[in-house]
């Protein structure tokens, strides 16, 4: 028998490679290089006789697919609804964060409303895991949990409880099959034991929640192609020292994508944010310069956020750019449109942009109010606190159109906001724009406009 051949595997992107090396040439990462011995395997393949696939025409309906609420409404939102059976969920996010206390809540609530729910940890011994259930007072739910790490022998338990609703496996990176020669966590093992689990789920007809964790460059451990075996993908987002939590949609093939469920980690553990808006602008000053109010819209639902800007002189000529919240290198564009286009001058200064409350915005219609703070910190001339931003800037200074304004609108005043600064409207067969009572528009179709207003004066572009 001819001896195996050992292959080299990329840890971060699972790419294979005849020898090592200590560089990845297909994702660029160093010392990701692992040797992993193939799986044991006859030496030949065997001649098999398939069936006939049938196929059917496009033409057809079927109706949407039944869900089960977990009775956490923030979760169920990013979800889609609730959980669909025989779906796969990955759940991602850094290591404490609150991934095992978001599921062990949704997994408690599930089982108190009749459904049976398993819970499978492979980082914690079961007296950790009923800790800290008593310290979130769910020490009363009927949730079945076990320790385990060896998938053989979780799967024959899976394969026998076909009346399960949902399973949660804490975590991916922690199974172990013994049919892979290689240690829990490499790419073989995550990607061979996350296979063996949405077989069987998809089999027995239950949800299963796979916990993953996150790099230091915040892409889940182990390979990528983990992210395409599942139905759905959320991320949980968040600073550990702060108390708002985002969890966040990136795929859902039973939902929108880029949907967010907002938490708030306080000791009795998650608490759904029903109004993040109104968490976001709860400590809010509006007599300050450098800050301005956008109206985003995350997923489906619209939400007002903080922006806050801070210029520091800098005279050595090296000025740091440092942002918290948003896209840095969106900053340095807004930057030199502002300085080219509308003659704000910022290259002897610091610019520090922090998002108020954690969140992440990457829209482009960000880009008016975090021009509004820029110029307001420059000027030193506030903003008007009740006035929120949203726009598209491009690098002529022409401010673009944003789809669902009349969402970001209507939240604004909900909040009691009475102005809007918003592009302005084009005669290009759009449908009007219908203020909601007690809002003002201001339409303004170049930057430099908004300098302008800022200055006192009417800046033409």
Not at 176 to 200: C, H, K, M, N, Y
Request: proline share 5%.
């Amino acid at each position: 028998m001819a001896k195996p051949t050992p292959r080299f595997v990329c840890q971060a992107c699972g790419a294979l490679g005849p020898k090592w090396t200590g560089r990845c040439e297909s994702c660029g990462e160093w010392n990701t290089i692992v040797e992993e011995a193939p799986a044991a395997g006859p030496s030949h393949a065997r001649k098999t006789t398939g069936r006939h696939v049938d196929f059917v025409s496009l033409a057809g309906s079927a109706a949407p697919p039944p869900r089960t609420g977990t009775g956490i409404g923030e979760f169920d939102r990013v979800l889609g609804g609730g959980l669909v059976p025989a779906s796969a969920v990955l759940l991602a996010g850094d290591p404490g964060i609150g991934k095992s206390t978001l599921l062990l809540q949704a997994a408690a609530a599930l089982a108190k409303s009749g459904h049976r729910v398993l819970y499978v940890s492979g980082e914690e011994a079961v007296e950790q895991v009923r800790l800290r259930a008593r310290r979130l007072g769910l020490a009363d739910a009927p949730l079945e949990l076990a320790a385990a790490i060896n998938l053989h022998d979780i799967a024959a338990s899976l394969e026998a409880a076909r009346d399960a609703a949902m399973v949660v496996i804490d975590s991916i990176q922690t199974m172990w099959l013994d049919s892979i020669d290689s240690a829990p966590g490499t790419v073989s093992q995550v990607r061979g034991a996350a296979f063996e689990l949405i077989r069987i789920a998809k089999a027995s007809r239950f949800s299963v929640v796979l916990v993953g964790h996150v790099t230091r460059e915040g892409t889940i451990a182990g390979p990528r192609v983990l992210e395409h075996m599942v139905d759905t993908v959320l991320y949980f987002e968040g600073d550990r020292g702060h108390q708002f939590r985002i969890l966040r949609g990136v795929k859902n093939r039973f939902g929108a994508t880029d949907e967010i469920g907002v938490f708030e980690m306080t000791e009795a553990g998650l608490a759904e944010v029903p109004n993040p808006s109104a968490l976001f602008l709860a400590e809010r000053r509006g007599n300050v310069a450098g800050s301005a109010v956008f109206a985003g819209v995350e997923g489906t639902r619209p939400v007002l956020v903080e922006v806050q800007c801070l210029l520091a002189a800098n005279p050595q000529g090296s000025p740091r750019r440092a942002v918290v919240g948003w896209d840095s290198g969106r900053l340095s564009m807004l930057l030199a449109v502002l300085e080219t286009r509308c003659g704000l001058r910022l290259n002897a200064s610091d610019v520090y942009l922090n998002v108020a409350g954690g969140l992440r915005i990457a829209e482009p219609a960000a880009d008016l109010a975090i021009a509004a703070a820029v110029i307001s910190a420059a000027t030193g001339t506030p903003t008007d606190p009740g006035m929120v931003f949203f726009g598209e800037v491009g690098l002529s200074g022409e401010v673009r159109q944003v789809a669902q304004a009349d969402a970001r609108l209507k939240e604004a005043q909900k909040l009691g906001f009475t102005a809007a600064c918003l592009p302005r409207r084009v005669a290009r067969g759009n449908r009007p724009l219908f203020a909601p009572e007690g809002i003002a528009l201001h339409e303004i179709g170049h930057l430099g406009d908004l300098v302008g207003r800022f200055a006192g004066k009417t800046t033409k572009p």
